[in-house]
């Protein structure tokens, strides 16, 4: 059910592993610790090697709770998570991985403060987007998982999924017209698909509207002249 946690874990995992990984062992190298230890540290020195340690410490707790994650074992990784929200409870990535991890242990209801608040923190990251809005489907809240499409398609209208995903959360709210409407912009993106046109007849058969559904057919079979099927349906 959740695509972020299907789709994405394993990738997102190894990122962060590695991430950690290239930092401590620079961090651990003997002439670095060596060339620190003899440097004069005057105040902005010190402000920035305090951001330095506390940067490596998110990033080792991120690690650590990620070795967990990939033995599937959510229920050690999720304390160590909330580590990072309680040393700063703005942390996007601390409330994502928060809610990765209650999700992963069936607990959703819990987990989507968390990913609502990673999403709001950062609405760029397309992760945090995809996260919340399959927890607000998991939960029938097509409503809300509309408003988070919209976003997500705004931010990138060449995703043709985002589009799709945004039309169904249309018909599951009940709103059939702008469903239509997504599906026409979706057209004119990528162009006539047979998945497209036969959602669009679905509407227009729902609305008694035959002639319409005719239209959406006539124009799947212009735009493949050649594919025989099209014609016999």
Do not use: W
């Not at 928060?98 to 950062?122: C, G, H, N, T, W």
């Not at 609405?123 to 995809?130: A, C, I, L, P």
């Not at 979706?186 to 058969?205: C, D, W």
Request: overall charge negative; some cysteine; glycine content about 4%.
């Amino acid at each position: 059910m959740y695509s972020i946690c299907d789709r994405y874990d394993k990738f997102m995992m190894i990122q962060e592993l590695l991430r950690s990984t290239v930092l401590i062992g620079f961090l651990a190298f003997p002439g670095f610790v060596q060339h620190a230890s003899a440097q004069s540290i005057d105040t902005k020195t010190s402000q920035s090697t305090k951001v330095d340690t506390s940067r490596f410490a998110r990033e080792s707790e991120v690690a650590e709770g990620m070795k967990f994650m990939m033995r599937d074992e959510p229920g050690k990784a999720l304390p160590i998570f909330q580590k990072i929200i309680a040393n700063n409870e703005k942390s996007s990535v601390g409330n994502f991985l928060v809610a990765k991890a209650l999700i992963k242990q069936d607990r959703s209801d819990e987990a989507l403060k968390y990913a609502l608040m990673a999403f709001e923190l950062d609405k760029n990251n397309e992760f945090y987007g995809q996260q919340l809005v399959d927890l607000y489907i998991h939960n029938k809240q097509y409503k809300q998982a509309a408003e988070i499409y919209e976003i997500l398609l705004d931010k990138d209208r060449s995703n043709p999924e985002y589009g799709m995903n945004l039309a169904m959360a249309y018909l599951y709210n009940d709103q059939p017209d702008k469903a239509l409407s997504t599906y026409n912009k979706l057209e004119q993106a990528i162009g006539v698909t047979e998945e497209i046109i036969r959602q669009k007849q679905q509407i227009y058969l729902k609305q008694n509207d035959l002639n319409k559904a005719i239209e959406a057919g006539r124009a799947l079979i212009e735009s493949e002249p050649t594919e025989v099927r099209y014609r016999v349906e």
